[in-house]
């Protein structure tokens, strides 16, 4: 789901992003509105029931403009920033993993330390993800609703 | 999702059914494939983590076809059959829910039983229930992975 606000080059980080998931064996949701009111770019959960949240951030001004990234923490066992090739990697917090992608694809150049989440939390957030990803999938076949 | 078995009429119900359950507070899943094989036509999950499955008859050699429907009873919370208005709803078992529905929405004449899932099949279902409907809404924005 491509937002009006999203910039043509969070939208290719995004789509290479949600491959990589995918090729990792995480089922991927973008845009996750969590119940804090805060979004999670790319949220993914694997077959043991982990979750993951990539924070995409398209260029410099992009990341200077929201530095809520330590929110999400809570919400997922691993975390890692995407960005796109000519992004200054070097501002980046280096506690987190770090992706880099296009539309095609995206590589992990950093793997995220992992921080599992509490069980009753990891309920919650898969209870949420599942009724989320079921009414986007829902929309894509009859919007009428 | 309508694959090319399902008929017009089976996709009416669907449709209808999608409605209800969203009515009713659950996000809906069609076609949900569970690991035994077996496939519920239309599941849902409410934000309680209830879940409910319904098999879809859309007429009485449909419903003589394949009368394993007491396999689904170990995946939900709430079991109902859904048919067309012109089906003949006496062949069909007593103790399940029952709802008759048709492209613009549903309606249940007959609540089910609820049989409470233990625990951890809840948390399996809930996990591979998010899984499927993420792949799901993702191969409606990238059908190139």
Chains 1, 2 share one sequence.
Not at 7 to 27: D, E, K, N, W, Y
Not at 29 to 42: A, H, M, N, P
Request: contains cysteine; glycine residues 6%; hydrophobic residues 45%.
């Amino acid at each position: 789901i491509v937002d009006g606000r999203q910039s043509p080059t969070a939208a290719a980080v995004q789509r290479g992003v949600c491959r990589l998931l995918i090729h990792m064996g995480f089922a991927p949701l973008t845009e996750f509105s969590l119940k804090t009111g805060r979004r999670i770019d790319v949220a993914g959960i694997n077959a043991k029931g982990e979750i993951i949240a990539v924070e995409i951030k398209s260029s410099l001004t992009d990341f200077r403009a929201d530095q809520k990234w330590e929110d999400y923490l809570d919400f997922c066992d691993r975390f890692f920033f995407a960005v796109p090739m000519e992004f200054p990697r070097d501002v980046l917090p280096e506690e987190t993993g770090l992706i880099v992608a296009d539309q095609f694809g995206a590589e992990i150049l950093r793997d995220s330390p992992e921080d599992r989440l509490p069980a009753a939390r990891r309920k919650a957030v898969t209870l949420l993800f599942a009724r989320v990803a079921a009414r986007r999938a829902h929309l894509a076949i009859d919007s009428g609703v």
